[in-house]
């Protein structure tokens, strides 16, 4: 299972970091991604982390959000900086086994979600 936290309210240029932290699995052995889903909107990659610590951001939030991930707290993290309020959703951290590289940011790739958690920026 996997447990995301962190979310909260923020105005437009804050900051907040996402933690997802895995039970009953070593996330070491997995690439893990964050996705977001806006009201009325379908789910939009955000960000992933390889087994190997290569990232791949969306262009919406490259250069503002860093993923990372601490193998010994089986805990992937989301660092969101100079928040917007289109980031505004519920963000949810994901992942699979046997996902490839190029499966990343295909939402029906995943088969393992954690329970979500809203972010609002206000304006």
């Known amino acids: 299972q996997l447990q995301a936290s962190g979310g909260g309210l923020v105005q437009a240029g804050g900051s907040l970091r996402l933690s997802c932290t895995a039970s009953?699995?070593?996330?070491?052995?997995?690439?893990m991604t964050w996705f977001r889903q806006a009201l009325g909107k379908e789910h939009e990659f955000v960000a992933s982390?390889?087994?190997?610590?290569?990232?791949y951001y969306s262009d919406s939030v490259k250069g503002r959000f860093t993923i990372s991930r601490d193998n010994a707290k089986n805990t992937v993290y989301l660092q969101m900086n100079d928040l917007k309020p289109e980031d505004t959703a519920v963000y949810y951290c994901?992942?699979?086994?046997?996902?490839?590289?190029?499966?990343?940011?295909?939402?029906?790739?995943?088969?393992?979600w954690g329970q979500g958690t809203q972010v609002t920026v206000s304006s």
């Open positions: 994901a992942t699979s086994a046997g996902l490839i590289i190029s499966s990343l940011g295909q939402k029906s790739a995943y088969n393992v």
């Open positions: 009953g699995r070593t996330i070491s052995s997995y690439h």
């Open positions: 982390i390889t087994r190997s610590r290569h990232t």
